[in-house]
């Protein structure tokens, strides 16, 4: 996975974290988390606020 597969990278959270509310995670937490789920191969410094963002909402969405 890379930064971009936004909706992979929620499903495995989703998977990885079923107790957490992703509404209510920080992003320097949701960035963690990303780079240590197993199949990530992207580069940290490829991360930015709005990619966060995307991986947060897809995360939202995939848990209502």
Known sequence: MKWTDSRD???TL???????D??????T?????VLALP??????KHC????LEA??????EESD
């Open 9 to 11: 990278i929620a499903i």
């Open 14 to 20: 989703s998977e990885s974290y079923p107790d957490q």
């Open 22 to 27: 992703p509404k209510s995670v920080r992003f």
């Open 29 to 33: 937490d949701l960035r963690d988390w």
């Open 39 to 44: 199949g990530f191969d992207d580069d940290a």
């Open 48 to 51: 930015g606020e709005k990619i």
């Open 55 to 60: 991986i947060q909402m897809a995360w939202i």
